[in-house]
C-alpha cells in the first residue's frame, strides 16, 4: 500500500498531458499535420514543431510522463512501438529498437541506441537506476540517426531533455510517497529568478526501502534501495539574442541491488547444458556447467598435463548444487553472499544558443564521470562443501608430503594455509577480486562455511563531448 503526496505553488507553464508521434509513411511522405496543441523538438539539432519532423519520433512532455506513470525507462517501452528496454545481468542497460539494440551484458559494451541530456551523448550512463525528475521532455527518435547523432546510434536515439530555469517567476513543487517495505520516495523542485536575465533551479529525488527478497541463510532481506539524484541549472539571457544554460547533475546509489534476478531452471542431471529447456522449475543449475566448475575440474587439468588430484571435482560426478533445495518463490533466495552494488555518476552541461539574424550558433559540451561497482553470487545458492571434501584432503595432503616432486610441501603448503587455514573442516577462503590483484595468497581473502561462489562487475570512466 503506498500514499502519495503533491505540494505545487507558483507559476507553472501549461502543456500537455499525453504524447504526440509524427510517423513517417511507407511511401516517403511526410506526415500530416494534426489540430491541437504544438509540442517543439529537437528531433534535427534545432527546435521544430513534432508534426513537421519528417522521421519516426515519439516524444513525452512531463504532463504526459506524469499522467501515464512512465517514471523511468522500463515504463517509458510500454507506451512506444518497436522498443524494448532491459537492465542486463552485468551492470549494463540495452535500448532495443525496431529489433537492433545491443545484446551483450558487460559494462564494457557499447550500445546500439544513443542515450543523450539536452542533446549530449552520455556514456556508460547510470541514468537508469534512478527515476525521471523535473523534465521538460523525453524524445525517442526511431531509426539509424548516425548523420546527425554520430556513433552508437544505430537504432536511434534516447534525448532526455531537463527542464530549464524559468525567469518569470518563482515556482516550486514536491512528491512525497511512502509505502510498505518502509519506503520513502520524495522528488523536488525550486525555481528562482534573480533579478532579470538570471534564473536558477534545483531538482532532486531520493528513494529508499527495505529489500524486496528475503535470503533465507541469514534471514536477512537484499534487494534493498539506498539512492539519490540531485540536478542545478542556471541561465542566463542577457538579451533576446543570446542564451546560455549550465547544469549540473550528480547522482549516488549504494546499497544490496540484486543485478541478478532469481532464474527458473529444469535442472540437466548430466551437467551437459546446466538447465533444461523444457520447463521452468524452481531449480539450481548443474555446477558442472558452469565456468568454475569446467576450470576447476579433474579432466581439465588432466587434459593440460596436471596431476587430476589438483581439481575440485570430477564433471561426471555430484555437482555443488545435486544437494541444494531451491526455494519456491521468485522472493526468496539462499545464499551465503550479500549483494553489494554502489554507482555514482557527474554530469557538467553548458549550451550556448546566439542569433545573428536569420543564422543561429549552437554551441553544447558535456564532461561526465561515471562508476559501478557491483558483486553478487550469480546462481543464488549453497554449494555443498561436500563436493570439495576430497579436493581439500587431497591439497592437505599434498601440503604435508613431498609426494609429487621433492620439496612440493613447501610449495603447496602456503596454497592449503589460504584456501583452508583450519584445515580440510575449517572455513573455505577465496580470493576478494578487488582492484588491486591481491587474492587470497597475500591476505586478500574472504571465508565462510560453504564454498563462496561470487562475481564482480566494475567500472569507472571518464569521457566528455563539445
Not at 542497460?93 to 559494451?109: A, E, H, K, N, Y
Not at 536558477?200 to 535470503?215: H, I, K, S
Not at 539506498?226 to 547522482?251: C, I, K, N
Request: with cysteine; hydrophobic share 35%; aromatic share 10%.
Amino acid at each position: 500500500m503506498r500514499v502519495k503526496a503533491t505540494l505545487l505553488a507558483g507559476i507553472c507553464a501549461g502543456g500537455l498531458a499525453f504524447p504526440v508521434t509524427a510517423q513517417e509513411t511507407d511511401s516517403g511522405e511526410s506526415p500530416v499535420a494534426t489540430s491541437g496543441p504544438v509540442i517543439v523538438v529537437t528531433a534535427q539539432r534545432q527546435d521544430q514543431s513534432l508534426q513537421e519532423v519528417p522521421i519516426a519520433v515519439s516524444a513525452f512532455t512531463s504532463e504526459a510522463l506524469e499522467a501515464q506513470q512512465i517514471e523511468n525507462a522500463s515504463d517509458l517501452q510500454l507506451t512506444l512501438p518497436n522498443v524494448s528496454f532491459t537492465k542486463s545481468n552485468f551492470t549494463s542497460s540495452s535500448f532495443t529498437i525496431r529489433g537492433i539494440g545491443d545484446l551483450c551484458v558487460g559494462v564494457t559494451c557499447d550500445s546500439a541506441t544513443a542515450i543523450h541530456t539536452n542533446g549530449s551523448p552520455l556514456f556508460g550512463t547510470r541514468l537508469f537506476e534512478t527515476e525521471y525528475f523535473d523534465l521538460e521532455r523525453v524524445e525517442v527518435l526511431r531509426g539509424p540517426q548516425g548523420t546527425l547523432f554520430g556513433r552508437n546510434a544505430t537504432s536511434g536515439v534516447v534525448n532526455v531533455v531537463t527542464a530549464k530555469p524559468d525567469l518569470s517567476g518563482f515556482g516550486a513543487a514536491a512528491e512525497l510517497e511512502y509505502g510498505n517495505y518502509d519506503s520513502i520516495k520524495a522528488k523536488g523542485m525550486v525555481n528562482v529568478p534573480i533579478g532579470q536575465v538570471l534564473g536558477l533551479r534545483v531538482a532532486g529525488f531520493y528513494l529508499n526501502r527495505d529489500g524486496y527478497t528475503r535470503n533465507l541463510y541469514d534471514g536477512s532481506r537484499i534487494d534493498d534501495r539506498d539512492m539519490y539524484a540531485v540536478r542545478g541549472s542556471l541561465r542566463f539571457e542577457p538579451g533576446p539574442d543570446t542564451t546560455l544554460d549550465l547544469m549540473g547533475y550528480y547522482f549516488r546509489e549504494n546499497d544490496n541491488r540484486l543485478r541478478i534476478q532469481k532464474q527458473t531452471c529444469q535442472r540437466d542431471p548430466t551437467g551437459v547444458l546446466g538447465c533444461l529447456n523444457a520447463r521452468r522449475d524452481f531449480d539450481s543449475t548443474n555446477a558442472n556447467s558452469t565456468l568454475a566448475g569446467v576450470l576447476a575440474s579433474e579432466e581439465l587439468y588432466a587434459i593440460q598435463g596436471l596431476p587430476p588430484g589438483f581439481g575440485l571435482g570430477s564433471l561426471y560426478g555430484p555437482d555443488g548444487f545435486a544437494n541444494f533445495d531451491e526455494p519456491d518463490d521468485v522472493r526468496v533466495v539462499n545464499t551465503p553472499v550479500t549483494p553489494e552494488y554502489f554507482a555514482d555518476e557527474l554530469q557538467l552541461q553548458a549550451h550556448l544558443e546566439q542569433r545573428f539574424g536569420t543564422m543561429n550558433l549552437s554551441l553544447t559540451g558535456l564532461y561526465q564521470e561515471t562508476s559501478v561497482d557491483s558483486r553478487q553470487d550469480y546462481n543464488l545458492g549453497v554449494l555443498d562443501r561436500t563436493s570439495y571434501a576430497a579436493a581439500l584432503n587431497q591439497l592437505a595432503f599434498f601440503a604435508a608430503n613431498d609426494v609429487i616432486f621433492p620439496g612440493s610441501s613447501a610449495y603447496f603448503a602456503p596454497i592449503a594455509q589460504a584456501l583452508i587455514p583450519g584445515g580440510p573442516n575449517g572455513q573455505l577462503c577465496t580470493s576478494d577480486n578487488d582492484m588491486g590483484s591481491q587474492g587470497a595468497f597475500q591476505g586478500n581473502a574472504i571465508c565462510g562455511d560453504v564454498p563462496l561462489s561470487y562475481d564482480r562487475s566494475n567500472q569507472d570512466q571518464k569521457a566528455w563531448s563539445a
